[in-house]
């Protein structure tokens, strides 16, 4: 069983989507929690992660001002609110429980949730 992300879609530029990741067996709770993304022919990378209790966030530079990582532990669900989208912000997202400060993966990776943003 995987994470499971939602809430992808295909958006004009400036647009808003939020997305959301869940583990429908596994307690995210206790996890610093992460967003990646993949574009076509890229290395995944890093989007934004939030620690267990959501006391503490880190973003990406190029999403800083625009997304917004959050979690709500009693839904074991982790969001990503993204905003002012742009072409660039093409890819699918991916969430995953992650350790360590570069963020190793600690479960399989899901099918992650796909976001087109057309200009």
């Known amino acids: 069983v995987q994470l499971q992300a939602s809430g992808g879609g295909s958006v004009q530029a400036g647009a808003s989507l939020r997305l959301a990741c869940a583990h429908p067996?596994?307690?995210?709770?206790?996890?610093?929690m992460a967003w990646f993304r993949q574009a076509l022919g890229k290395e995944r990378e890093f989007v934004a992660a939030?620690?267990?209790?959501?006391?503490?966030?880190n973003y990406a530079d190029s999403v800083k001002g625009r997304f917004t990582i959050s979690r709500d532990n009693a839904k074991n669900t982790v969001y990503l609110q993204m905003n002012s989208l742009k072409p660039e912000d093409t890819a699918v997202y991916y969430c995953?429980?992650?350790?360590?400060?570069?963020?190793?993966?600690?479960?399989?990776w899901g099918p992650g949730t796909l976001v087109t943003v057309s200009s």
């Open positions: 067996r596994r307690a995210l709770g206790s996890y610093t």
């Open positions: 939030i620690l267990w209790n959501g006391s503490n966030t």
């Open positions: 995953n429980a992650v350790a360590g400060q570069f963020y190793r993966d600690l479960f399989n």
